[in-house]
């Protein structure tokens, strides 16, 4: 019916529908034509829902084997974590910890861990991309917690390094020294060094707080700020060493030994040989 | 040529008959200097202080002193747009922007480093020799005054850049000072100009940096200098040396040519590292921020002792009056540094204290020939080095995957047990290799040669040492511990010196109570018989040699 004034001129339009506005059934008629409207958009367009909540549900089905295969050993069937009666824990509860937490701890190997430690260690990683997805779906069905980033904040070439450099050296290098070498914490605990960590990985970690890190959440640090970060690790991770060999750009302890192994060192070794030059006098 | 020399010959007699010089040059030039690699060390020093100060003075064309704060616009691209002060922007500038700026950071901190390295080594050597007895023991305070110069220099160089480690080290001077009771606070005040940074911190570094503490050290160089060339160099005992004489080749021109070559090998070694080693590359630890600090955040190394003491100081603090007395940092970071310097600057009376020899001595000590002395300074080494160790216990923790706290505990029994032990190994290897030199004078070297006697016994045939080789290893005194005379004379009468002596003479048994005196005329007399009597006829000395083992 909206197709009949087509061809009139605006204003007959115009006063035309108006004319139609005031008939009686005009909003039954406006009713029923917005609902088939969305409705068939709604056919065509939406996924089929049927088939989303099956393959999430089977994913789930999928993370949930693996769970019990390979983590619930420590972390509880139900991932509720396990304590000892002396109040050690075997495996902490992982219900609310989201998907970043399982993708930062399985992606990057840390989890499953090899032998109970001060803190688990990167390693090989034991399942792959698939399974680690199915995992994290799982343990993120258990409870609301940190989602997966959102790939526009892993790109590093967004990010404002400076900025970054400034946020990382305040937040960060307490704990894992201002090029991110890593550093030790106390009783073997450690913050590890952060050259080669992928941008998801660093993103997660900073939402999850994994081991001995804190969670920096989206109120501490925006999304923005976290992309700014990670820029600044991969910008740094690049950068050439200006002066010559880096020495692990670890400061003083590295450059004592230098002075000492190698400067001291080789001036010994010259000066022997002075002393052997024979002299006629 | 003839009027070249005839020339030369006028200019030099003019000037003679009016500053009359050729007699003391004449005397000089030939000054006799003995030739051993670790107579070096000091030279070593000496080499890379000069190319400190000519790289530092190119460094000052550039560097503004100032903590003026402003907002970086410079050269390095990943510190555009921050906040700074004046004093680390002129830096970053000097290190990207300035043609050779890099390069002459680097020299200028390497060679700082090697200096301070050079410094101790020579100190060492000097300690272990005995180079620091009569007449010498002044110049030994002047070296001791000229170390802590060095520190010191090294120090306010080590601030001034305002970066994130340099604020973190003056952070902790604040902290020491703070603990100093009642005048703590007032010391700090008064040197950053108010509360904890201020703006005045870089400013008033700078003149102590570039003027104060060099020109001290020149000053403390040259006195160093002008007492060795006076009272000559010491010399190693041997064949043709004596208390009363200096073997070596003369000032000119044999020690003129090799000095002034090792002073180019210096240049060249210190210069080659800055040119491929990077050191404190300020651009990364990010500008100074009180409210930052980042992990392995460590001192350079000679000041990475006093760090290490304060991370291994058990928590001490009492309350006297409501005002806190902070015994963990007071300790490591006031009291332990002077206990330190204090009897290494008094040593030399120390020790002239337990042997109670006052004579010249110009001929160096074998450190073996030493144990006790020896041994003091292998203790202090361990001492020092485990305080290293400490000062890095985060970065070697990580190195050695091990937790840092197992090795501040082991550092801090360490610092009793092990310095302790050190004292005792050395002590008995030294003696141990007296008594092979005694041996060896005795018996002479084992030659590999076996004989069998007619009555099928084996013995090895020992050859007679060289008689230079039996000299140099027996040219030292005796030395016998001193003796207490008795508490009461003959008629009875109490000795009023008698419990000083005793003093003394407990102190000269811990030193030489022990010592493996070289053998006598006669010892060796019979030795000798012995020892041609078993290559003659081979039986009967086994049990002589064997036991003297």
């Known amino acids: 019916m909206f197709s009949t004034p087509t061809g009139r001129s605006g204003r007959t339009r115009r006063r035309t529908l108006s004319t139609w506005r005031r008939h009686p059934l005009a909003a039954v008629f406006v009713l029923i034509a917005m609902l088939f409207t969305t409705g068939g958009a709604y056919a065509a367009l939406a996924p089929k829902s049927e088939d989303l909540q099956a393959a999430s549900s089977t994913k789930i089905q999928e993370g949930k084997e693996l769970f019990a295969i390979g983590c619930a050993s420590c972390h509880g069937l139900g991932g509720e974590g396990q304590v000892r009666e002396d109040g050690t824990v075997i495996g902490p509860s992982l219900i609310g910890v989201g998907a970043a937490a399982v993708d930062f701890q399985v992606g990057t190997g840390r989890m499953p861990m090899a032998a109970p430690g001060a803190q688990a260690q990167r390693k090989p990683v034991a399942y792959t991309d698939a399974q680690i997805e199915a995992l994290a779906a799982y343990v993120a069905s258990l409870a609301p917690g940190p989602e997966l980033p959102e790939e526009q904040y892993l790109d590093v070439s967004e990010g404002n390094v400076a900025r970054g450099g400034q946020l990382f050296r305040t937040n960060c290098a307490q704990c894992h020294n201002t090029t991110g070498q890593g550093g030790a914490l106390s009783m073997g605990k450690f913050a590890p060094s952060l050259t080669g960590v992928e941008p998801k990985h660093m993103y997660e970690a900073m939402v999850t707080g994994p081991q001995a890190m804190p969670v920096f959440s989206d109120e501490t640090l925006t999304p923005e700020d976290k992309q700014d970060i990670i820029s600044f690790l991969k910008s740094v991770e690049e950068e050439p060493n200006p002066g010559g060999l880096g020495i692990g750009r670890v400061g003083p302890v590295a450059e004592g030994l230098w002075a000492w192994l190698i400067g001291i060192g080789l001036l010994i070794g010259t000066a022997t040989w002075v002393v052997t030059r024979s002299s006629k006098s | ?549």
């Open chain 2, 1 to 549: 040529m003839s009027t070249i020399v005839n020339g030369a010959g006028k200019v030099v007699d003019f000037v003679d008959q009016r500053i009359t010089a050729s007699n003391w040059l004449k005397r000089n030039l030939r000054k006799v200097f003995p030739d051993h690699w670790s107579f070096l060390l000091g030279e070593i020093a000496l080499f890379s202080f000069i190319i400190i100060v000519l790289s530092g003075v190119f460094l000052t064309f550039w560097f503004k002193p100032s903590m003026a704060h402003i907002v970086y616009e410079g050269g390095y691209a990943p510190m555009r747009g921050q906040g700074m002060s004046e004093a680390y922007a002129s830096t970053l500038e000097l290190s990207f922007e300035v043609r050779g700026g890099l390069l002459m950071r680097q020299v200028h901190h390497w060679g700082a480093l090697i200096f301070l390295a050079a410094m101790s080594a020579h100190m060492l050597r000097v300690f272990f020799t005995g180079a620091f007895r009569k007449p010498r023991e002044m110049n030994w305070l002047v070296g001791v005054t000229l170390l802590f110069l060095g520190v010191a220099a090294g120090f306010t160089g080590y601030s001034l850049p305002d970066d994130l480690l340099s604020g973190t080290g003056l952070r902790i001077i604040e902290g020491g000072m703070l603990a100093i009771p009642v005048v703590g606070t007032y010391l700090s005040s008064f040197l950053f100009g108010g509360e904890y940074p201020g703006d005045d911190i870089v400013s008033r570094l700078y003149p102590l940096h570039i003027l104060v503490f060099p020109g001290l050290i020149i000053a403390m160089v040259t006195a160093h200098l002008m007492m060795l060339w006076y009272q000559k160099h010491t010399h190693w005992g041997g064949p043709g040396k004596s208390n009363e004489n200096v073997v070596g080749a003369p000032f000119f021109p044999v020690y003129v040519a090799k000095a002034g070559g090792f002073q180019f090998i210096v240049f060249g070694v210190i210069v080659l590292l800055a040119a491929t080693v990077q050191i404190n590359p300020v651009w990364f630890w990010g500008p100074y921020d009180p409210a930052v600090v980042s992990a392995g955040t460590q001192p350079d190394w000679y000041v990475g002792f006093l760090d290490g003491a304060l991370r291994v100081m058990p928590p001490l603090e009492f309350e006297i009056f409501g005002h806190p007395l902070t015994l963990s940092v007071l300790i490591p970071a006031i009291v332990l540094p002077g206990l330190i310097l204090t009897p290494l600057a008094l040593y030399p009376w120390l020790e002239q204290k337990a042997t109670g020899d006052t004579r010249e001595h110009h001929v160096l000590d074998r450190p073996r020939n030493q144990p006790v002395r020896t041994g003091i300074g292998v203790a202090f080494i361990t001492f020092y080095v485990q305080l290293w160790i400490a000062g890095g216990n985060d970065f070697f923790a990580t190195i050695l995957n091990v937790p840092v706290n197992w090795i501040t505990r082991f550092i801090q029994v360490g610092l009793f047990v092990l310095t302790g032990l050190a004292f005792w190994v050395t002590k008995r290897i030294c003696l141990g290799l007296q008594r092979r030199d005694r041996d060896l004078v005795m018996h002479g070297r084992e030659t590999g040669i076996i004989m069998v006697s007619p009555d099928g016994e084996f013995s090895e045939m020992h050859a007679p040492l060289e008689q230079g080789d039996a000299y140099s290893l027996t040219w030292h005194e005796r030395q016998a511990p001193y003796e207490p005379g008795p508490a009461t004379d003959a008629n009875g009468i109490p000795n009023p010196n008698y419990r000083t002596e005793r003093r003394r003479a407990r102190l000269s048994r811990f030193y030489f109570g022990d010592v493996v005196q070289k053998p006598t005329a006669d010892e060796l007399e019979a030795a000798h018989h012995e020892g041609h009597h078993a290559v003659e006829s081979g039986h009967e000395h086994d049990e002589l040699t064997s036991g003297q083992q």
